[in-house]
């Protein structure tokens, strides 16, 4: 789903959540991954045509119905982490989305390219993978501090 105005929507599990309750945040990186750098840098250099894509190498927006997805907001790791702690979570962690839709050959590269983007993680402390993952944790309210979350029982 795409969010046109994302930090509002998140007041909604904000409301659903228990004080200590689990919010995970899955969104493609399409800003800071490495494929999407790489991109910018091939079509820079002429070495590739720019296609359905805009200056910032994010795709087009089409209504046509030819593309199966569409994002109206865009994160890096950083502003996601941001958003989420800004809006009453603490992140537990943030880290790579392996998403493994393939098979095959296909998902053999896919997981080698998860595993090189999991070193570059481990090493540098970036994510350059293609989505971004964050679990984070409903702070307690008010006078709730240091409380364990407690589910209200039906009579």
């Known amino acids: 789903m795409g969010l046109k105005f994302p930090a509002p929507r998140l007041k909604l599990p904000d409301r659903l959540l228990n004080p200590g309750g689990v919010l995970v945040v899955a969104v493609p990186n399409e800003v800071a991954s490495l494929r999407a750098v790489l991109r910018r840098i091939l079509v820079k250099g002429n070495l590739k045509k720019p296609g359905d894509r805009g200056a910032l190498g994010l795709p087009r927006i089409r209504l046509d119905g ?34 493994y839709v393939r098979s095959g050959l296909a998902r053999v590269r896919a997981e080698l390219y998860y595993m090189f983007c999991l070193s570059l993680r481990g090493l540098f402390g970036i994510n350059v993978y293609d989505a971004i993952l964050v679990i984070a944790r409903k702070k307690p309210s008010g006078g709730d501090e240091g409380q364990e979350a407690r589910v209200p029982r039906r009579t």
């Open 66 to 99: 030819s593309i199966g997805e569409i994002h109206l907001s865009h994160f890096t790791p950083k502003v996601l982490r941001h958003l989420v702690s800004s809006t009453g979570f603490s992140i537990l962690t943030s880290t790579l989305d392996p998403y």
